[in-house]
Each structure stands twice: as C-alpha cells, then as structure tokens.
C-alpha cells in the first residue's frame, strides 16, 4: 500500500524560485553546473537557453521530493548542493551525493509509478526541469530538444558507470567474504580438534590412579590431579604456595639442572616426604614440558611402591628361609643312606612341581578376578548406553514441539508487531489530516484480516501452554535420570518403590513402548529403608530381560503389595521363557541363554547380590512358551550393617 501522491510542486514547505529574469541567480547556478564532469563538455549558450524554463528549488534536511508509488511525476531534478537519499520501506537503498546528478529523469519517458522515496539528507539545492518545458523544445527548437536529450542520456550513461563500477566492488566483496568463510572453517576445524585434544588428556590425567603434577621450572606446583591432592592432602592449600622440593629433597642437589631438555627426563625410586601415609617409596618419573626448546615446565608421574617392595622383602625372606632348609635337609640326605637319599630326592621333585602348581593356580585365580571385573563394567557400560539412548530419544520429542511452536510465536509475534506499529502511526498522525487517518485504519483492517487477528489472539495461549507442558516434561525426564544416577554416597534413605519404580519406567521407556505394554498393579506400601539407587538398578536389570525376552509385542504387569514384615515386588512378562534344565543357572555370573553380543550374563547376578546385601529375597519362576514371574522381598528397615557395607 503507498501512502498520498506529492511531488515537490504540490509541497508548500519548498521554496522554489524560478530563474527566468534573475540574472544573478541563474549565473550562478551555471558556474556551479559547468564545474561537474556533466556538464563539462555543453556550451554555455545550451546551458542558458535550458535555464531560462527552470527552477531552482531549496529543500531542508528531511523533506520528501518524490513519493513512492506517484504515477504524475513529469519533472527531472539537476543536485546543485547537498545529499539526496533514495528510501525504501524507511531504509536508505542509494545516496546522491555528487553535484550534476539527475534523479526523477526516467519518469518523464516512461510514465511509471517510482519505486522508492527521494527525500533530502541535508539542506539541499535542486534545479528542476519539466516535461512539458522539454516538450515545447521539440517544436520550437529542435536543434535545442536534441541537444537537451544528449545531455539526459550522459546523465544515465554516467548512472550506468557508476552502478557497474559499485557491482565489481560488490563481487570482489563478495569473493573476499566466501575466503574468508572458508578460512574461518578450517581454522574452526583445528580448533576442535585441539580442544578435543586437551579434553582427552585432561581426562586421561584427573581420572588416574598414579599421582600427577606439573610444577614450574623453579618447583612451584601449578597444576596436580586428584590422586595427587589426595596423596598430599593438599585440598585446602593452594597449589600456587606449594613446592615440589618440599616432597623431593633429592632435587635440591639437581635443582639447576632442571632446565636442560636433556637432563630433566628421569626416572628413580625416591623416598616422598608428606604424604598422607607419611614418608614413603614411590617411582618418581620427570618429564620436561618444552616450548620452542626450552623448558617451561616439569611434569612429574608417581607410583606408589610399597606392596611392591613389601613383596620384594617377603620373596626374599622366603629365599632365605628355603635356602636353610635346603642346607638342613641336605645335611639329613648326607647321614642317611642311599635308599633315603633317592626317596629324599623324589620329594624335592614333588616340592618344586606342587609350588608350580600353586603359583599356576594362583595366576589364574586373579586372572578369573580381574576378567570378572571388567565384564561387569562392560555390562554397567552397555546399560548406561542403552539408558542414554532412550533418554535422548524421550526429550526429542518434547522439544521438538516446544520448537515449533517458538518459531509460530515468532511469526505471530512479527504480525502483532507491524499491527502495533500501525496503531501507533495513527495515534500520532494530526487529526487535521483525515486522508492519512482514513487509509492508516485502512491497512489496520487489511492487516487483521490477513493476519486473522481472532485466531492468532485464541492460539496464543494454547501455543505457550504446550510448550511448558513440554518444558515439564523434559523437566521430569531430566529429574528421574538425576534421582537414578546420582549415589549420594551409598547413604541408606526410606523412600516408597512405587515412585522408584515410575521412574526407571519412564527412563527407559523408548525401550519398552516399542516391545510391551506396562500395566502397574500398584497397592498402598510402607517406605522401607534402602539405597534407592541400588534398588532403581535391581528395577532396571529385571524390566530390560523382562522387555528383551518378548518377541514382537507383549506386555509386562508391575505389581507391589505389603508383605508381613515389609514389601513384595513382582515383575511379570509373557515372553518365551526360561528352559526348566537353564532355570536354576540364571543367578549364576556369566550365564546367559542369548546370542554372543547380546549379553553377558550378569544383570540377574547383581540383582540379586543388592537384594541378598538388602536383606531381601529374590526369586524367579519361568515356563517356557508363557512368560517370567520376577518376585522381590524387601524389609521395611534394615538391621546389622547398611547395603553397602555388606555389599563391601
């Protein structure tokens, strides 16, 4: 929509003064036009002869010459002095700025509505040039009308250089922005390579069991990880007032050695003074941290080594003492006779292959201990992936909607906005002027019906009312994987497992929506004192075999009720069931009746170890064909010593 058709004739703000019969004026006015490149090459006779139709026109900062959408403009303006700006939609799009520039010309050929206001930037001098002027050249002077159109057509001929001339800047521009662009994201690349870098080793450094520090050259502490601040006690200290030559007095001697790349590298076995076990071994090893060959800083590495010279000492205690019975025991073969010393000799033998034995059997106990341990953290690692996955997968949703119904919000926030925008013109528009008032409430009107003002103002608070119950519920999500996860130092609490029992459903929910449908039977139970974490994993380890064991779709029935002295947890599902000869394995570590890759074997037997240390019970039924019946018991309060203990 364009606003009031006005030209500068129809404006009585602008002071216009016609050149005809003032000498002076127009002498001016034509040394000003014969000093620009435009006019440089017209004679003076042209000039004066086309100054005695004109105008000269004087406009003030900020008053309009030609309106946007006028359809009568038959007049072209020559800038004497000033700045002109060409708007659109209230931003500056063009400047004309150079004296001898022409605006309003292609008008008087083409009869076209302009695209764009012309208003004055600063105070401003025009002269203005009429179509019906340049007309009545046509029939009276020709020579004079072809010379006049001449000169038009170095004004647009000028306009054209000047826009190919912005038009390469603007490519050039352009190239030298997508450079950059590229450069950005190479740079951007090396940098999250690096930080992932620095991540990784940091990780790799706080989370070890040997003591790490990084001192500066002269031994102040600037960095130690976690094992270190332990072994040191140094948790209220800070490390800035902290020298490793309080710990190692061996370097004091090396002290101004430490500098050399090549004298910096170590390694020794040194007595560590302040520790938290007072003064003890450890392997102390030096590495120098380097920048352009120098050094400007010691890492330093520390392993503890008293079992290992604990067992050093006893091995050769033991040395010692079988060397002596070596020596008596040769001295008894020596007094005996021949048929002792053969039978002596068998015995050694035997000794010798029975030590073996047991060293072998040793070997392979702890190898079966440590194999053990890393299999049941695999198995923890496996359930926290799946756990993670479903978790994403339940907050997508939520935020998704909240998304789209932000960006609704912002359409419908940008319409209120233009209409806000409107209302305020017309509050402020002169009552004086009924036209402008009349067509701003028209485009009020336009804009409400295109806009729908009555179902924007009715959806706007159901749009935000769905996105907080989305923002609740990744809120909840959020909370019951915190309440899941978090130990709290294996501190015994009294909770109701109906709540804990909604809450790891809910945390794995994306594994179970797709394979069953949950029916819960819950009853009124008393709070019963547990480490609700331990128990959530028991409620995890039963729900997922539970959820794997159906194939296709099925269905799992959670039931609680109270039991004599504390609760029942009963976990049903109708999947294929467990095979009579496999039934009494299933508490045993390792066993496992699916595929290779599938499972290892260990959820049943961590179940059952955290009930057994709750003082409960844990059983199973199966048949094959109808389904599993999981049924836990639980005490209301625990006696003797708390889970953790008894799991310790």
């Not at 790891?504 to 480490?531: F, G, M, S």
């Not at 380890?541 to 002295?565: F, Y």
Request: negative net charge.
């Amino acid at each position: 929509m364009t606003g009031p058709k006005r030209t500068a004739e129809s404006n009585p703000r602008i002071l216009r003064q016609p050149l005809r019969g003032e000498a002076d004026l127009a002498l001016d006015v034509e040394r000003k036009l014969l000093r620009t490149h435009h006019f440089s090459l017209v004679s003076p006779e042209l000039l004066r002869s086309v100054l005695s139709g004109a105008t000269l026109l004087r406009m003030r900062a900020g008053e309009i010459l030609l309106r946007q959408g006028s359809e009568d403009i038959d007049k072209m303006y020559i800038l004497l002095d000033g700045e002109m700006e060409i708007l659109v939609s209230e931003r500056t799009v063009g400047l004309i700025a150079e004296p001898g520039e022409s605006v309003g010309e292609m008008a008087i050929f083409t009869h076209q509505p302009r695209a764009a206001n012309v208003r004055a930037k600063t105070n401003t001098e025009l002269l203005e040039l009429s179509a019906r002027m340049i007309a009545g050249l046509r029939g009276e002077d020709p020579q004079r009308y072809v010379q006049l159109l001449e000169l038009i057509a170095r004004f647009l001929s000028a306009k054209v250089q000047r826009a190919t001339q912005r038009l390469n800047q603007y490519q050039e521009l352009l190239l030298n922005q997508e450079q950059l662009r590229s450069h950005s994201a190479d740079l951007e690349r090396l940098v999250q390579e690096k930080l992932l870098e620095v991540l990784l080793y940091a990780h790799v450094f706080r989370d070890s069991q040997d003591a790490i520090l990084v001192a500066a050259p002269e031994g102040t502490v600037i960095y130690a990880n976690q094992a270190a601040v332990a072994l040191f006690d140094w948790k209220d200290r800070a490390l800035g007032e902290i020298s490793i030559l309080d710990q190692f007095p061996e370097l004091g001697a090396i002290r101004e050695h430490l500098s050399d790349p090549a004298q910096a590298r170590f390694k020794a076995d040194w007595q560590v003074f302040g520790t938290v076990h007072g003064e003890i071994p450890m392997e102390a090893t030096f590495s120098p941290v380097l920048r352009e060959d120098r050094v400007v800083a010691l890492a330093l590495f520390l392993r503890d080594i008293r079992a290992f010279k604990i067992l050093l000492e006893s091995l050769e205690q033991s040395h010692a003492e079988l060397a002596k019975h070596s020596r008596e025991l040769e001295h008894k073969v020596a007094e005996r006779t021949k048929e002792l010393s053969r039978t002596n000799a068998e015995l050694q033998q035997a000794n010798v292959h029975l030590l073996r034995e047991t060293r072998e059997k040793d070997d392979a106990l702890r190898k079966l201990g440590e194999s053990q341990g890393y299999l049941l953290q695999s198995e923890k690692m496996i359930g926290l992936g799946h756990l993670a996955a479903g978790v994403a997968h339940e907050i997508n949703n939520p935020i998704g909607y909240v998304s789209s119904n932000l960006g609704t919000m912002k359409k419908y926030a940008d319409q209120l906005h233009a209409l806000l925008t409107l209302y305020s013109q017309f509050d402020n528009a002169p009552a004086t002027d009924p036209v402008s008032n009349a067509a701003l409430q028209s485009r009020i009107r336009e804009l409400k019906h295109d806009m729908d003002y009555t179902f924007v103002m009715g959806d706007v608070g159901q749009l935000i009312s769905d996105a907080q119950e989305g923002v609740a519920r990744v809120a909840s999500i959020v909370r019951n994987l915190k309440e899941f996860t978090h130990d709290g130092q294996a501190q015994r609490q009294w909770v109701n497992l109906n709540e804990n029992l909604d809450s790891t459903i809910q945390l794995i929910w994306n594994e179970l929506k797709h394979k069953a449908t949950v029916v819960r039977e819950y009853e009124e139970i008393p709070a019963i004192e547990c480490i609700p974490q331990q128990i959530n994993q028991v409620f995890l380890n039963v729900l997922m075999n539970a959820a794997q064991a159906i194939e296709g779709t099925g269905s799992i029935k959670v039931r609680t009720a109270p039991d004599k002295d504390g609760i029942v947890i009963s976990i049903q599902d109708d999947g294929c069931g467990i095979a009579p000869d496999n039934l009494p394995h299933v508490f045993e570590p390792f066993f496992t009746t699916r595929p290779i890759g599938k499972g290892m074997g260990l959820g049943l037997t961590s179940a059952y170890a955290i009930v057994r240390n709750h003082q409960g019970l844990i059983d199973v039924k199966s048949r094959v064909g109808a389904g599993t019946t999981v049924t836990i018991q639980l005490p209301v309060k625990q006696s003797g010593n708390s889970p953790a203990q008894a799991a310790s």
